[in-house]
Antibody
Framework: QVTLRESGPALVKPTQTLTLTCTFSGFSLSTSGMSVGWVRQPPGKAPEWLARIDWDDGKYYSTSLRTRLTISKDTSKNQVVLTMTNMDPVDTATFYC?????????????WGQGTLVTVSS | QSALTQPASVSGSPGQSITISCTGTSTDVGFYNYVSWYQQHPGKVPKLMISDVTKRPSGVSSRFSGSKSGNTASLTISGLQAEDEADYYCSSFGAGSTLLFGGGTKLTVL
C-alpha cells in the first residue's frame, strides 16, 4: 500500500525559508524508475509543479522557481525534503508530494493529503 | 514556461457526454505522449484519471477517456453523473524534463 505524508510548518514569515518533508511507504526511492515530486496549489487555483527527484538522484525543477528550490532524498528514511527560500505571501498554498514512476510515464499516481502553508508576518 | 490552456468551465446534463480540451505547444503536449488528467473534488486531493494520453488506471470508470491531436489533448466523460462534478486538470511532460499543469476546468452537471 503506497502512502505519502507531508510535514512542515503551517505558517512562515515573509523572507523565511520553508522546509517540507515527504515521508512515504509502500515503495522505495532506490528502485529504478521511481520518483517523488512536489506540487503546490494556491487556494482556489490550479496546481503548479515544483520539483522532482528520481531514484538515481536526478533532480528537476520548475523553470520559474528553480533559483528558490532545493530537493533532496534520504532513501534509508523513505523521505524527500523540499526547501523553498525567500517565501512571500503569494506562495501561500497547499503543498503536496506525490509518487511518479518515471519508467512508466510522468503521472502522479499517489498523492499525500497535502499541507497548507500560509506566508504571513 | 506557461501553463497549459483549458476552458474555465464546461457543463452537461446527466447522461450526456462532455469533452475538456488542454492545449499546449510542440515542446510539451505535441511532442510527448505523457499527458495526464486529474479530478479534484472540493477540499480533496487530486485523483489520477488518465495517464499517457489514453491509459485509464485501475478503478477509474470506463466513462473517462483521453485522446490527443497535435498540441491539444482532450478528456471525454460519457454518461455524465452527478459525482463527476469537480475540477479537472491536465498535465504534460515538457521540455527540460519539466511538468506542466493546465489552469483547470470546472465541470458542472446540470
Amino acid at each position: 500500500q503506497v502512502t505519502l505524508r507531508e510535514s512542515g510548518p503551517a505558517l512562515v514569515k515573509p523572507t523565511q525559508t520553508l522546509t517540507l518533508t515527504c515521508t512515504f511507504s509502500g515503495f522505495s526511492l532506490s528502485t529504478s524508475g521511481m520518483s517523488v515530486g512536489w506540487v503546490r496549489q494556491p487556494p482556489g487555483k490550479a496546481p503548479e509543479w515544483l520539483a522532482r527527484i528520481d531514484w538515481d538522484d536526478g533532480k528537476y525543477y520548475s523553470t520559474s522557481l528553480r533559483t528558490r528550490l532545493t530537493i533532496s532524498k534520504d532513501t534509508s528514511k523513505n523521505q524527500v525534503v523540499l526547501t523553498m527560500t525567500n517565501m512571500d505571501p503569494v506562495d501561500t498554498a497547499t503543498f503536496y508530494c506525490a509518487r511518479i514512476i518515471v519508467a512508466r510515464g510522468y503521472e502522479f499516481d499517489f498523492w499525500g493529503q497535502g499541507t497548507l502553508v500560509t506566508v504571513s508576518s | 514556461q506557461s501553463a497549459l490552456t483549458q476552458p474555465a468551465s464546461v457543463s452537461g446534463s446527466p447522461g450526456q457526454s462532455i469533452t475538456i480540451s488542454c492545449t499546449g505547444t510542440s515542446t510539451d503536449v505535441g511532442f510527448y505522449n505523457y499527458v495526464s488528467w486529474y479530478q479534484q473534488h472540493p477540499g480533496k486531493v487530486p485523483k489520477l484519471m488518465i495517464s499517457d494520453v489514453t491509459k485509464r488506471p485501475s478503478g477509474v470508470s470506463s466513462r473517462f477517456s483521453g485522446s490527443k491531436s497535435g498540441n491539444t489533448a482532450s478528456l471525454t466523460i460519457s454518461g455524465l453523473q452527478a459525482e463527476d462534478e469537480a475540477d479537472y486538470y491536465c498535465s504534460s511532460f515538457g521540455a527540460g524534463s519539466t511538468l506542466l499543469f493546465g489552469g483547470g476546468t470546472k465541470l458542472t452537471v446540470l
